[in-house]
């Protein structure tokens, strides 16, 4: 099994900068890419930023320039580190792990973004 744990969320002001990790546990020795999505409420579940085992990132266009996805091989852990943010960031954002043997992937909890003066 496996266990995605995020931190980090929490109240902003438009602006301000908040980082994101996600901690991967169980059984994981065959990580592969890791990313973040993220949900605003009535609306579907989108890429945020993504990186392969590689190091190659995307990120969303919306996302561009503000925010930054770094990973930690050897702790497991991807980040999401968001600068310079806007209230149309506030969302759901979910860690997302996927494997390169089985194919299988696996989502976090979820933590909450508000993006709010």
């Known amino acids: 099994q496996v266990q995605l744990v995020e931190s980090g969320g929490g109240l902003v002001q438009p602006g301000g900068s908040l980082r994101l990790s996600c901690a991967a546990s169980?059984?994981?020795?065959?990580?592969?890419?890791m990313g973040w999505y993220r949900q605003a409420t009535g609306n579907q579940r989108d890429l945020v930023a993504r990186?392969?085992?590689?190091?190659?990132?995307k990120y969303a266009d919306s996302v561009k320039g503000r925010f930054t996805i770094s990973r930690d091989n050897a702790k497991n852990t991807v980040y999401l580190q968001m600068n310079s943010l806007k209230p149309e960031d506030t969302a759901v954002y979910y860690c997302?792990?996927?494997?390169?043997?089985?194919?299988?992937?696996?989502w976090g909890q979820g933590t909450q973004v508000t993006v709010s003066s």
């Open positions: 997302n792990v996927d494997f390169w043997d089985t194919g299988d992937d696996y």
């Open positions: 990186i392969a085992a590689i190091g190659s990132k």
């Open positions: 169980g059984s994981i020795s065959s990580i592969n890419g």
